[in-house]
Nanobody, 122 residues
């Protein structure tokens, strides 16, 4: 059974960078599209970015386009989210999720990590 573990969150000042990792175990990520979602208190879960199983297709929410980059290393069973020029509104718990196709509906993804917290504050 596929299990996902996120890491790399933390406290960063506005304008700073973080790289989140989503490491898989129990199965290979090769067959899965991987998405990053985030949720902050009082707000609905938001799809942030998604990458196809081959890595050949990526997409981003408008709120992070040009600042975040998703990538994957299938050999190491890991997907990354490089986050640059962070803003206070990026503060949230970030989750990775695995599914057969990219999209921002949670129902597309059957496996979820436990989340990693990102706080952007001075």
């Amino acid at each position: 059974q596929l299990q996902l573990v996120e890491s790399g969150g933390g406290l960063v000042q506005p304008g700073g960078s973080l790289r989140l990792s989503c490491a898989a175990s129990g199965s290979t990520l090769v067959y899965y599209s991987i998405a990053w979602f985030r949720q902050s208190p009082g707000k609905e879960r938001e799809g942030v970015s998604c990458i196809s199983s081959s890595g050949g297709s990526t997409n981003y929410a408008d709120s992070v386009k040009g600042r975040f980059t998703i990538s994957r290393d299938n050999a190491n069973n890991t997907v990354y989210l490089q986050m640059n020029s962070l803003k206070p509104e990026d503060t949230a718990v970030y989750y990775c999720a695995a599914g057969l196709n990219c999209g921002y509906s949670g129902s597309l993804f059957g496996s979820w990590g436990q989340g990693t917290r990102v706080t952007v504050s001075s």
